[in-house]
């Protein structure tokens, strides 16, 4: 009846697992008593929830990725605690639990905060930086939220129902086959996978389509924002590389399900084809996370330094050139793996080609600032932090591309020092430039000033303290994923790593507090003008936070840096002669009830309970086929209801201070 | 890439395509059934052959027209180095891996 | 694409504008969609011919393919991909029951296929050479049975549309499904090209 849901699922078999689970129990319970008492469910589901605005999918987005962010950074931390302590010990995690702390940590890190945090800021900005009403496909878009969250919620029910995966985040076989790992852990990896790779590639197909089918007219793609460029390159990666990654999951799941043997040791399995295929995905994937934190740097320099981004053709031509080399270069992910000297070669000499375009895009932007009136605020640190330390994270990088340097520190914590240090100064400081750059022009306000900076330092210090370490330790010869270890000479090392995770957690902290602090004193932060860092481009056109139709007349682009160009002409801010009616989609419930249908569907499958699985792909199908046969779903917003809207925006000395949180 | 136009309202072009695939469906098959050439040969026709007909079948039934002017063939030259780049690329590591492990 | 214009009979040029615009987005995200599919069927012909020779001492494809069947199989697709031909060139010139009729002919050689592959597959597991025997079983059932899926939803998709042609007529949402229906008909032909050139057909040389 149940499958192999049993009693035994829930976790008392160890007080710190209990622990978390309780933790995420109560949080949850709390969060929906919180919502009740507030009395608002209504408001939520109305406004938020089946809404298909893509600046609400977004903040959605967003939030999502900041709250994985939370459940990511305490299983980082209690990974740092239990090597600062296991010396010649078992420290305080037992091997089991430990090793479901590490795949969890990068799988939700990688799959539900990065890939939400930069899906979230394009949903924001990228239609408004392109002089768009809406995304292509509304409703799709909220089908990848959702289809997002399920993935997510998948992670997070395993903390409380049965066990994650042991096998790393990118469970490889044999280990990850039913023979060495028969629990639901490696099961519970890959419905959460398939459900959010799938709602991936939907939304690459829907920025694709977006950005180049509904450009305001007069924009060339040569005109479009560097922002908007990254998403258009990020959104091709997506579209050809997250298949990959399906295949790869879809066939091992078919080995445990069905007793397939594509990856077994025996009956003519191979588990090489998994790594290959896994890293066609996982190579581009890394260019997926950086190409949109990339984009947020060229925005956040051309505005804070006051001037045009010097280069603005060859960054395109990197994030292309970038974008298209990151396909072919997969196999130096495995250089270890046994391919003849011929393919190592290649790809040794193909791989750190892809620094040309990166340090292009790096002279770019110094000689952006270079005579430039730099402003150094927040998102302006998070960028010159990155610069500094992606510098090193890219040397190193260039280093493990050198298959004979590559092959004495395969999987040390080298590689684990090295790929921190492209995620979080390279992405993760990125989205949160990005975060601090536009959360005015999503809720009117700006984020409060001081804690950014604290939030910034703690962050940069915290980083360089808990992975220049694990550089040094690489080189000590350091594995990877060690729960416990005897030489001694290692533990100081991991102490100061420890302390770094303790600085980052002050980061992660001060951020929070920003938050707090500055939703509190929002009437001293609000943007009157809706413009309140002297933008440049399109984006920053609209109000803050922007009418549901975001242009209540479609802008004509006559060059880079639109809204500069109307700023210098006069034309900015001046109401149109006339108002036309505006077609916008009608928000939908069946975005919600296709995620949470995936979501039953998959939890069914990873424990086999099968009337529950038919009943979510029941749901599944229903939810689709509700909206594909319908032609229109859309409503007329009156020409004189707009320009009520817009007169309210243009005049209004100080606008409404947006809606709270 | 809006292939549809009202220039196709004919059955012409699926009657050629038909007739051509045919050509090509049975020159394969019956290269195959015969075994008139050694295989290394019968590769290369199968191959040829295979990439002739997916050709037909874009031009005829899916009617994309690769006019030099026009953007769909950018988009479908760059579509189709990524798709050799990826097949190409994963059959080599692929085969060259299966050679050393198995 | 400006063709199937939607002008008459849906409210003014704002609305009609938001619709042409809409019909313009579907096909284009179509295209897209198609490529993404088309990469999981290169990645699946990739592992395929990878396997190909991963018997276990299981049966080979000598023993398993069988020519006629595989040519069969293609004429099938081969005249529903021309049917559909001639059931677009009826939803060009307006004419419902043309298209109804045509579509119907579609459907039965699609019908046809997915008969021959499940009769086949179900005969290959009952005798012991089922997707758990080998890899080579595991990769060629895989890629078939993701292809007859494909083919599967195509042919519900047939139906479904078939009824709307019958209730609604052609009026232009209709139309641009169908030819998005089109599109992928046409595109699983062209990946059974693949999949009898490199699977089927270097089997029995």
């Known amino acids: 009846m149940l499958g192999k849901l049993t009693i035994d699922a829930l976790p008392f078999y160890s007080g710190i697992a209990m622990t978390g689970a309780l933790i995420s129990v109560l949080g949850l319970l709390g969060a929906v008593a919180l919502i009740t008492w507030l009395g608002q469910w209504r408001y939520l589901w109305t406004e938020w929830l089946r809404s298909l605005d893509h600046k609400k999918i977004g903040v959605m987005y967003v939030t999502l990725a900041l709250i994985m962010l939370v459940r990511g950074f305490v299983d980082a931390l209690m990974m740092r605690t239990q090597q600062a302590v296991a010396l010649d010990s078992h420290g305080y995690l037992p091997p089991d639990h430990f090793d479901q702390i590490f795949t969890s940590h990068a799988t939700i890190m990688i799959f539900f905060v990065a890939m939400p945090f930069l899906v979230g800021l394009f949903n924001v900005i990228v239609p408004q930086q392109i002089g768009a009403r809406d995304m292509a496909f509304p409703f799709m878009n909220s089908v990848s939220l959702w289809l997002t969250a399920a993935g997510a919620a998948l992670v997070m029910v395993s903390l409380v129902i049965g066990k994650f995966s042991t096998a790393g985040w990118n469970a490889y076989p044999p280990y990850s086959e039913a023979q060495l790992s028969p629990g639901v852990g490696v099961d519970y990896w890959i419905w959460a996978i398939l459900v959010s790779s799938v709602g991936s590639i939907l939304t690459g197909l829907n920025f694709l389509v977006t950005i180049i089918k509904r450009r305001a007219p007069g924009m060339r793609l040569m005109m479009m924002p560097q922002f908007t460029w990254a998403a258009l390159c990020t959104s091709v990666l997506i579209v050809f590389a997250f298949p990959a990654l399906t295949v790869a999951a879809a066939l091992l799941g078919l080995d445990r399900y069905l007793g397939m043997h594509f990856f077994t040791n025996g009956d003519g399995g191979n588990l090489t084809n998994y790594i290959e295929l896994f890293w066609i995905w996982g190579h581009p994937e890394v260019y997926i996370l950086i190409l949109p934190a990339f984009g947020v740097y060229s925005e956040v320099v051309a505005t804070f330094s006051g001037r045009r981004l010097f280069g603005y053709e060859s960054l395109v031509y990197s994030t292309a050139a970038i974008a298209v080399l990151s396909l072919g270069v997969c196999l130096h992910h495995f250089f270890t793996l046994g391919a003849g000297s011929d393919v190592n070669a290649f790809f040794g000499r193909m791989a750190p080609l892809i620094a040309v375009p990166t340090g292009v895009t790096i002279f770019d932007w110094l000689l952006t600032m270079y005579r430039g009136r730099v402003r150094l605020s927040v998102p302006m640190l998070f960028t010159l932090g990155f610069i500094v330390t992606f510098v090193i994270g890219g040397m190193t990088g260039v280093l493990l591309t050198l298959a004979p340097a590559g092959r004495p520190m395969h999987d040390t914590t080298f590689l684990v020092a090295h790929f921190h240090n492209m995620m979080i100064p390279g992405a993760l400081f990125g989205y949160l430039a990005g975060y601090q750059y536009w959360f005015p022009k999503a809720f009117g306000f700006r984020l409060d000033d001081k804690w950014g900076r604290r939030a910034f330092w703690a962050w940069i210090i915290g980083f360089y303290l808990a992975f220049v370490p694990l550089y040094i330790l690489g080189f000590m010869g350091m594995p990877q994923r060690l729960e416990r270890y005897d030489v001694a000479g290692w533990q100081p090392y991991l102490i100061v790593a420890e302390l770094g995770a303790v600085f980052i957690l002050c980061g992660v902290v001060f951020l929070a507090v920003q938050l707090a602090v500055s939703i509190r004193g929002r009437a001293g932060l609000v943007v009157s003008t809706g413009d309140p860092w002297n933008g440049r481009t399109l984006e920053w056109a609209t109000a803050s936070p922007p009418a549901v139709y975001n242009f209540a007349v479609v802008p004509h682009v006559h060059g880079i840096d639109a809204w500069w160009d109307m700023k210098q002409a006069g034309t900015a801010g001046r109401a149109p002669a006339r108002f036309r009616d505006i077609i916008m989609s009608d928000d939908s419930s069946a975005g919600v009830a296709l995620g949470a249908m995936a979501f039953v569907f998959a939890f069914a499958m990873v424990w086999q309970i099968w009337w529950l699985a038919a009943i979510g792909g029941i749901g599944v199908s229903g939810a689709v086929l509700s909206r594909a046969f319908r032609d229109r779903d859309e409503h007329r917003i009156p020409a004189s209801q707009v320009e009520a809207t817009e007169h309210r925006h243009l005049t209004a000395a100080v606008p409404t201070s947006g809606t709270p949180t | 890439m809006a292939p549809q136009r009202r220039t196709n309202v004919t059955p012409k072009p699926y009657l050629i395509g038909v007739v051509l695939a045919l050509v090509l469906t049975v020159i394969p098959f019956g290269v195959v059934a015969s075994r008139a050439l050694p295989p290394k040969q019968i590769f290369v026709v199968i191959g040829a052959a295979a990439i002739v007909q997916i050709v037909v079948h874009l031009r005829f039934f899916l009617h994309l027209e690769l006019k030099p002017s026009s953007p769909n063939q950018r988009i479908a030259l760059c579509f189709a180095v990524v798709l050799l780049m990826l097949a190409g690329g994963t059959l080599w590591i692929m085969f060259n891996l299966h050679d050393r492990t198995m | ?205």
Not at chain 3, 9 to 19: H, P, S, T
Not at chain 3, 83 to 108: D, M, P
Request: hydrophobic share 55%; charged share 10%.
């Open chain 3, 1 to 205: 694409m400006t063709d199937g214009a939607v002008t008459a009979g849906i409210g003014d040029q704002i609305e009609a504008e938001a619709a042409n615009r809409a019909i313009d987005e579907r096909a284009y995200g179509f295209w897209i969609y198609l490529m993404s599919d088309a990469i999981i069927f290169a990645l699946l012909l990739a592992t395929f011919a990878v396997m190909s020779h991963s018997t276990a001492d299981g049966p080979s494809s000598h023993a398993l393919f069988r020519l006629s069947h595989a040519f069969a199989k293609t004429m099938l697709l081969l005249a529903s991909s021309t049917t559909f031909g001639f059931a677009s060139v009826a939803i060009a010139a307006e004419q419902c029951r043309r298209t109804l009729a045509w579509l119907s002919v579609t459907f039965l050689f699609g019908l046809g296929f997915i008969a021959m592959e499940i009769s086949e597959f179900h005969a290959m597991a009952v005798a012991g050479a089922g997707p758990w025997r080998s890899g080579f079983l595991s990769a060629l059932f895989t890629l078939n049975g993701t292809y007859g899926a494909h083919v599967s939803v195509g042919l519900i998709l047939i139906v479904v549309l078939g009824c709307e042609v019958a209730r609604r007529g052609l009026n232009p949402f209709v139309v641009s499904r169908l030819r998005r229906l089109g599109l992928f008909w046409h595109f699983l032909d062209i990946v059974w090209i693949a999949i009898f050139s490199i699977v089927y057909l270097p089997g029995l040389i």
